[in-house]
C-alpha cells in the first residue's frame, strides 16, 4: 500500500503563509495527479488544487493567485505554498494521489489519501 505523510500546517496569522508538504511512499505506484483537498468544520470536503504528472494544475476559484502547487524533484512529493491567508482557510488539509498500483494480478487505479494536516488563520 502507499501511504501519504503531510507536514507544514499549524497556526497563522491572516495575511501570513504556510507551506504545506506531502510525501508519498510504499507500493509500487505510478501517480496520474496529487492534489490538496480540505474540510472545514461543518463543510464538505473540497478540491484545494490539483496538478498532473505532466505538471497541468487546477485551483478552486476561492485560492486562485494566493495558493500555488507544486511536484518536487522527486514525483513522489508535491508542495502548496499557501500566500496571504485568511480565516476562511481555516480548515484540515489532506493529501490525495490518483495512480496505477501495481498488485501480484496486475495494475489497478486506486486512490490514497494522507491523515490530514490542520491549518489555522487567526483574524
Known amino acids: 500500500q502507499v501511504e501519504l505523510v503531510e507536514s507544514g500546517g499549524g497556526l497563522v496569522q491572516a495575511g501570513g503563509s504556510l507551506r504545506l508538504s506531502c510525501a508519498a511512499s510504499?507500493?509500487?505506484?505510478?501517480?496520474?495527479?496529487m492534489g490538496w483537498y480540505r474540510q472545514a468544520p461543518g463543510n464538505q470536503r473540497e478540491l484545494v488544487a490539483d496538478?498532473?504528472?505532466?505538471?497541468?494544475?487546477n485551483y478552486a476559484d476561492s485560492v486562485k493567485g494566493r495558493f500555488t502547487i507544486s511536484r518536487g524533484s522527486a514525483k513522489n512529493t508535491m508542495y502548496l505554498q499557501m500566500n496571504s491567508l485568511k480565516p476562511e482557510d481555516t480548515a484540515v488539509y489532506y493529501c490525495?494521489?490518483?495512480?496505477?498500483?501495481?498488485?501480484?494480478?496486475?495494475?489497478?487505479?486506486?486512490?490514497?489519501w494522507g491523515k490530514g494536516i490542520l491549518v489555522t488563520v487567526s483574524s
Open positions: 510504499g507500493g509500487n505506484y505510478s501517480i496520474k495527479v
Open positions: 490525495n494521489t490518483n495512480g496505477r498500483l501495481q498488485e501480484w494480478d496486475g495494475w489497478y487505479d486506486m486512490p490514497f
Open positions: 496538478i498532473s504528472s505532466g505538471g497541468s494544475t
